[in-house]
């Protein structure tokens, strides 16, 4: 056998074997495409049988050259050979265009579904604005009936939590917590820890000087009024991942590290973390406001009575994540440092 013909054969067989293997591979593209494919087209299914046919037959006619030359090769039948490969070609111009075309019209569905999806997260985006405005809303009904403050003293709670968030992010304890989804849904519902005080009648809310035993047990109930306004919610809004995170705060807020809190009396660890949080957060606001009491206290007393609170009152790593950032917290409560953070 001449050696221009052993050449061939070897070029011939090489074909066939990357045919074979382009064959597979497009037979797996598509397998992993059946979930969706035929939902979105159902032509589609119909395009890859028939490219597959041709596919087949190209892959047989090259098996055919291969062993037509491989037994007599004339110059009597070179014509039939060359008639073969042609016919090969135009087998394989054919299955190029019809796989272009299965391309084209995926690519016309991955557009529409690029459409879709860009479409969902704006409505989403308007949604979440919603939320917003009414956890905002129902927060300043809060403000108004209890602490006669603007509107700004909502969004400082809001920068003191997640100032307060990113540095517990640093402590390894709190890692596996503090997912970026966490944060953001307890930065968005820290206006509402207060919310069941719209239940507490103005006498109690509003009286100067200390509660007695009977209107301080009915002011505990806000805790509980709060949780229930909030599962209402719940059942009316069906799945929501941040209300769990809105009633923990609601519901704990008042509890104490070394458990002498309420409405339940937790310990420790078992209060939750939002309500640990939100608690340092409200005797710092308190002790640093007017409206608790007639002088506000200055800031290294405010830092004493933290540090003492410290495994009493509150959770020993926030009042330590509290320290590290102090000067934060006492910028944040000026309202000229606002709109810096």
């Excluded at 596996?176 to 919310?195: C, G, K, Q, V």
């Excluded at 009286?207 to 209402?232: I, P, R, T």
């Excluded at 320290?323 to 810096?340: P, Q, R, T």
Aim: charge should be positive; aromatic fraction near 12%.
């Amino acid at each position: 056998m001449e050696h221009n013909i052993i050449f061939t054969l070897i070029l011939i067989l090489l074909g066939i074997i990357l045919l074979f293997i382009c064959n597979l591979i497009s037979h797996s593209i598509i397998r992993k495409s059946e979930w969706f494919l035929p939902k979105t087209d159902s032509k589609l299914p119909i395009y890859y049988k028939f490219y597959q046919l041709l596919m087949v037959l190209l892959l047989a006619g090259y098996v055919f050259v291969f062993c037509f030359i491989l037994k007599n090769v004339t110059t009597n039948n070179i014509i039939f050979l060359g008639i073969a490969l042609f016919v090969g070609t135009s087998l394989a111009l054919l299955g190029l265009i019809i796989y272009s075309n299965i391309i084209s019209r995926c690519n016309k569905k991955y557009d529409l579904l690029i459409e879709k999806y860009n479409k969902l997260v704006i409505k989403n985006k308007q949604f979440y604005k919603i939320e917003d405005s009414l956890i905002f809303m129902l927060a300043h009904l809060v403000q108004v009936k209890d602490y006669h403050n603007e509107d700004k003293h909502i969004i400082k709670n809001i920068f003191y939590v997640k100032k307060l968030l990113e540095e517990l992010s640093k402590n390894p304890k709190f890692l596996s917590i503090l997912s970026d989804d966490y944060i953001a849904d307890l930065i968005r519902t820290t206006p509402l820890f207060d919310i069941g005080k719209l239940l507490i009648s103005d006498s109690i809310l509003k009286k100067e000087g200390k509660l007695s035993a009977s209107e301080f047990k009915k002011m505990q109930m806000h805790c509980q009024y709060g949780v229930d306004f909030l599962n209402k919610c719940k059942e009316h809004l069906g799945f929501n991942p941040f209300m769990p995170i809105a009633i923990q705060l609601t519901y704990s807020h008042h509890e104490r590290w070394d458990g002498d809190g309420y409405p339940c009396g937790l310990k420790g660890e078992e209060i939750p973390l939002p309500a640990r949080i939100i608690s340092l957060i409200h005797v710092f606001d308190a002790l640093r406001s007017e409206r608790s009491y007639k002088a506000a206290f200055d800031k290294d007393k405010i830092i004493k009575i933290i540090c003492e609170e410290r495994g009493k009152h509150f959770d020993p790593d926030i009042v330590d994540a509290f320290l590290a950032i102090k000067d934060v917290f006492f910028e944040i409560h000026k309202d000229a440092s606002i709109n810096k953070k």
